[in-house]
């Protein structure tokens, strides 16, 4: 299949809202509205042994919230990246967290992660945000081929990409770091905007 190229112009993350139904996704940012407090929520985000192992918040140090929060606001603001709180529709508690970034823009090439805290997981919330953003990224910012990393030890990340329909595409060698200064090898994962949506 053919795929049109939409133009780097278009190729713009812009923030909005994403329903799931039981969670909603909202832009990360200063004014976000998170039960219990946004800084206390990223704290304890970035102490959960996960997170900390997998998707380390700050690669520097200890997390510093105010400037993930503006980071995060910067990247809406150039429309180079998407960043997403996954909250609780009920609680509106903090669940996790669902990101996009362009590898290559000029090329459509987008990178999709994601990270959820403890209480969130088991009810197939990591696969619903990333089919979720996935989908917004092909329909609202021309995204192309849309990949997905993870660590080769990280199973539970190997199971949402597949159950998201990110087929497996080859491991890299010594490929990214996570957290601890060692490289590891990564499995890549990834779809085009022609592969269809099962949901």
């Known amino acids: 299949m053919t795929i049109s190229d939409p133009g780097t112009a278009q190729r713009l993350f812009r923030p909005t809202v994403l329903d799931l139904g039981d969670a909603v996704l ?42 993930y929060l503006e980071r995060c606001e910067a990247g809406w603001a150039d429309g180079s990246a998407a960043s997403f709180a996954v909250i609780d529709a009920a609680e509106g508690s903090l669940c996790g967290n669902a990101y996009l970034g362009w590898s290559n823009r000029d090329d459509g090439v987008a990178m999709v992660g994601y990270w959820l805290l403890a209480a969130a997981r088991g009810r197939g919330l990591a696969t619903r945000a990333t089919t979720a953003v996935t989908r917004w990224a092909v329909e609202h910012a021309g995204a192309r ?10 199973e539970a990340s190997c199971r949402v990409a597949e159950r998201a329909a ?11 770091t996570y957290g601890g200064g060692v490289y590891t090898d990564e499995h890549l994962h990834a779809r085009l905007a022609s592969d269809p949506f099962t949901d």
């Open 26 to 67: 909202r832009p990360w940012g200063p004014g976000l509205d998170v039960a219990g407090g946004i800084v206390p929520a990223l704290l304890a985000a970035a102490a959960d042994p996960a997170v900390a192992r997998w998707n380390p918040l700050s690669a520097t140090g200890p997390v510093d919230p105010q400037a």
């Open 145 to 154: 081929r849309i990949e997905l990393y993870h660590a080769v030890g990280n």
């Open 166 to 176: 990110f087929p497996y595409e080859g491991t890299l060698r010594a490929s990214y």
